[in-house]
Every structure is written in C-alpha cells, then in structure tokens.
T-cell receptor
C-alpha cells in the first residue's frame, strides 16, 4: 500500500549547523510533496512544498530536493536556530480520483543553543 | 492560503457523551478533511467531508462513530459519538485550496474521562 518513510525520527544539532530530513514514498502517482512544521500545541504549518516537475526549491534557510526516479525527497535547513526546534512532517500527495495525502511519521528536531 | 478556525479549541468530556467540532474556512474550498493526531504521533485521516453528500471514511473509521456534515463549501462539523478515553486526541480540520495546497486548522484538543 501507499507509504511514506521518514528519517531520522529524532535529530539534534548545534545552533548554526545544518539539518537534513529524508523521506521516501511508494506511490508513483505522488506529484506534490509538502513539508510541515509543528510546534508543541500548535497546528502543522506548511513551510515549503515541491511539485513533481521541479527538482529543487529554496526559501531562505529552507530547501527541498526531489528525486522522482528514486522516490526520495529531503528537507534541508541551514544555519539552524533554536526556534527551528519542532516536529517536521513530510508528505506525499496526489489528486487522481480524489486528493490523497500520506504523511511521514515525523522528525523531532532539537536545535541546541 | 486559507484561514481555518475550529471550535472548540479544547474540551474535557465524560465517557458516553458526544462532542461536535466545527470548522470554518474564510474562502470556498472544494476539499475538506478531518484528521486525528494522537500525542507524539503523525496525522491520521478520518474522512473526507463531501459537500452535499455523505463523507468518505478511511479504514477503521465509521459514520456512526464520527458523523460528519458539510452543508456548504466553507463549513464542516465532525461529531465524536459515544466517547471513550481512547478518543482522547487532537482533531484537525484540513482543506485543500484550488492550487492543491493543503492547510490545517488549529485543532481541537479532546480529553475523555
């Protein structure tokens, strides 16, 4: 069945270092790959997304890469700050016969000051 | 983007009772969904709220337990019926905009005693 695997489950970095979270998906129909940041007690917030016709997208300190052949996509956060500490979810979506989203299990990122 | 509000934001309920959660969006959206998020877990889709017709439920969720209404393109309700402590969770409304971007409401934190 459809599946999104996300690694690592926990990531601890020093402030200023980079953080990378990786996801793989199983359904070839997936064509939209959003990333959400969820702080404690808050809603999942869309921080960046990428569609299947693009290989890389960047927004300030955040970038996402997509390799459709390998069914891999990754989130890169550079110059991490303590406020980046949160749980990050990747997801794979498609819209054939109805919009469907499969979420990864989440990565808990700790940025140590 | 879409601005989504939910009511109530949190509630404490007795087992055997029911709670109705409301979701309001600031613009018309074709697709609305209800998710559940257990503490420390990822997002699980309960159902797709279809405007003018019965909701489409995911495996493991049934209409008798989670009746859903969607009277128009900006509003939906989810009822958690005959509650038990296992229903304690965060319930999130979600929408997909015309640009096929998915957003989440602030969530309803439910505790069943």
């Amino acid at each position: 069945g459809e599946n999104v695997e996300q690694h690592p489950s926990t990531l601890s970095v020093q402030e200023g270092d980079s953080a990378v979270i990786k996801c793989t998906y199983s359904d070839s129909a997936s064509n939209y790959f959003p990333w959400y940041k969820q702080e404690l007690g808050k809603r999942p917030q869309l921080i960046i997304d990428i569609r299947s016709n693009v290989g890389e997208k960047k927004d300030q300190r955040i970038a996402v890469t997509l390799n459709k052949t390998a069914k891999h996509f990754s989130l890169h956060i550079t110059e991490t700050q303590p406020e980046d500490s949160a749980v990050y979810f990747c997801a794979a979506s498609w819209n054939t016969g109805g919009f469907k989203t499969i979420f990864g299990a989440g990565t808990r990122l700790f940025v140590k000051a | 983007s879409a601005v989504i509000s939910q009511k109530p934001s949190r509630d404490i309920c007795q087992r055997g009772t029911s709670l109705t959660i409301q979701c309001q969006v600031d613009s018309q959206v074709t697709m609305m969904f209800w998710y559940r998020q257990q503490p420390g877990q990822s997002l699980t889709l309960i159902a797709t709220a279809n405007q003018g017709s019965e909701a489409t439920y995911e495996s493991g969720f049934v209409i008798d337990k989670f009746p859903i209404s969607r009277p128009n393109l900006t509003f939906s309700t989810l009822t958690v019926s005959n509650m038990s402590p296992e229903d304690s969770s965060i319930y999130l409304c979600s929408v997909v905009t015309d640009l096929e971007t998915q957003y989440f409401g602030p969530g309803t934190r439910l505790l069943v005693l």
